[in-house]
């Protein structure tokens, strides 16, 4: 599968060690070694803040992921490997396209799929990406259980995974094989363990939590001035109440705010890429559905911490991490 990514990550060698902080989309697209992160929307003010402590070994890497939270993502998994990811704190709501995340819950993903992240606060994750080639009992364990999820009980293993992580990257210390090799089989002896004792479960979703996955995914993918909320609920067959409810216990947003954080973040990737000289923030605001200038340059300058005019004179800003692929739009505002 291509990924399409547009920033190439910083590889690591075995028994290196890395640690790097991050307040911007491509430091954490860069930063994030073996992952491809794409098709980023802010959802909230400095969502990007955050930091990584990776450990590689002989044939697993593990990794600790802090994020402030309010982002949504696209994203693969460590090519060659199946990822065990540990929730070890996740604060407010957050979700895949297949589960919805809670402290403590274990998911499971292979990097021949693509996956989209979204939270609205602080979460802490840990990651073990384990490759194909490596302990065959755990790996056909963990490949029957790809889009399932398990419980680490009394975080047992995460705090394991959390204690190396702790103790040998603060300093960005390098490791010896022999070290390395009884790291990786004190995991390996660790997830067997916990794949024993419980069986893989799957996601159980509302109907209305179903039709809005469906509904927040196409939105994510298409959006043009056409589409409401109203129309939404009228197409999937489904209440505008119940919508806006299970949009609240999803993603801890309403369909409308949804919609409106989509529409400023096409408006922000538009302006960074525009010649302030061929284009003008009402123009954009508009093509996008934003009719009343004062509300949206509030909405806008409260999300970016910038008025949209400076967005589009700055010089040579930062990549925003959405290409054409990320969003598809049928119809231009006339």
Known sequence: MQSKKNLETIPLEEGKTLKKEFDNYVDMAENAVDWTLFCAYQLKPSFTEGIYKIIQLPSMQIAYTKMDGGVMFDYVAPEGCITFSLMKQVSQKACTDHLKLETGMIT???????????????????????????????????????????????????????????????????????LSMQMQMQITEAMLKLLHEQDAKTAHFTNSEKIAMKIKQKLFKHMDHTMTIEMLAKEYDISVKSLQNAFKSL????????????????????????????????????????RHMGRFSGYYTELFGENPSVTLKTKNPLIDGM??????????MV
């Not at 369909?255 to 954009?284: C, F, G, I, W």
């Open 108 to 178: 499971v993903a292979d990097d021949k799929k693509m996956y989209n992240f979204m939270c609205s606060g602080p979460v802490e994750i840990l990651d073990i990406s384990l490759r194909k080639d490596a302990d065959p009992i755990l790996l056909k364990k963990l490949t029957e259980a790809v889009d399932k999820y398990y419980i680490d009980p009394d975080l047992k293993l995460t705090t394991l995974i959390k204690s190396f992580i702790t103790e040998f990257v603060t300093n960005e210390t390098s490791l010896e094989r022999t």
């Open 251 to 290: 993603f801890g947003l309403r369909p409308n705010e949804y919609m409106r954080l989509l529409k400023l973040n096409l408006v922000h990737h538009e302006l960074v890429q525009s010649d302030a000289s061929q284009t003008s923030v009402q123009k954009v605001a508009q093509k996008w559905g934003f």
């Open 323 to 332: 290409n054409t692929h990320c969003v598809e739009r049928k119809e231009e």
